[in-house]
C-alpha cells in the first residue's frame, strides 16, 4: 500500500502563512511527479500545484503568486509553502502522485 504523508496543517490568521509537506515513497518520488490539492467545506476538490520530478513547477490561478510547490530530493518529500492566506483558502489539502495515489488530507484553517 502506497503512502503519501501530509503534514503541516493548522489554524492561522488572515495574512498569515503556513507549509505544508508530503513525504512520499522514494519508488514514487523518483518516477512521478506530485501534486497539491484542495477540498474546500462543501466544494469539489481543486487541482492548486504540480512539480515535475525535474522540479518544473504549474500553479492554479487561485495561488499563483501565493503559493510555492518545493521538492527536497533527499528526503523525498515535497512542500506547500502558503503565503497570504485569506479564509478562502480554508480547506482540507491533499497530496497526489502522477500514477494516482493520495494523502490522507491534512486540514488548513484561515480564520480570525
Known amino acids: 500500500q502506497v503512502h503519501l504523508v501530509e503534514s503541516g496543517g493548522g489554524s492561522v490568521q488572515p495574512g498569515g502563512s503556513l507549509t505544508l509537506s508530503c513525504a512520499a515513497p522514494?519508488?514514487?518520488?523518483?518516477?512521478?511527479?506530485l501534486e497539491w490539492f484542495r477540498q474546500p467545506p462543501g466544494k469539489g476538490r481543486e487541482w492548486i500545484a504540480t512539480?515535475?520530478?525535474?522540479?518544473?513547477?504549474y500553479y492554479g490561478d487561485s495561488v499563483k503568486g501565493r503559493f510555492a510547490i518545493s521538492r527536497d530530493n533527499g528526503k523525498n518529500t515535497i512542500y506547500l509553502q502558503m503565503n497570504s492566506l485569506t479564509p478562502e483558502d480554508t480547506a482540507v489539502y491533499y497530496c497526489?502522485?502522477?500514477?494516482?495515489?493520495w494523502g490522507q488530507g491534512t486540514q488548513v484553517t484561515v480564520s480570525s
Open positions: 522514494r519508488s514514487i518520488f523518483t518516477e512521478y511527479g
Open positions: 512539480i515535475s520530478i525535474s522540479g518544473y513547477t
Open positions: 497526489h502522485s502522477m500514477n494516482d495515489h
